[in-house]
């Protein structure tokens, strides 16, 4: 840990639009990023606790398997914040 407070994540591989899937979808979409190693981290979360603060929540799949991601990389806690909550419901199939 070099002290930085904030962990800055990438996503590395191509993530197309999600609107229109399924949550089961979504959640293999996330798993087809993850397999592929397709999120850099700016600094390792080994031993943290992070706090993961999204734009937007519609089904909580992103969050979801994003904080799976951080606790794979050994993220002691993860708490999820969102800013807004989609009006849609229809994702949530």
Do not use: E
């Not at 999120?39 to 603060?53: A, E, K, N, Y």
């Not at 991601?69 to 849609?88: E, Y």
């Amino acid at each position: 840990n070099d002290g930085a407070p904030w962990v800055t994540p990438v996503v590395t591989v191509a993530k197309p639009a999600a609107k229109t899937l399924t949550v089961d979808q979504k959640i293999t979409r996330w798993q087809k990023v993850l397999d592929a190693r397709g999120i850099q981290l700016s600094r390792p979360v080994d031993g943290c606790s992070v706090i993961v603060i999204d734009d937007l929540y519609q089904s909580g799949t992103s969050m979801w398997s994003f904080a799976k991601f951080l606790k794979s990389q050994r993220a002691t806690a993860v708490v999820g914040v969102a800013c807004v909550k989609s009006l849609r419901d229809t994702d949530n199939r």
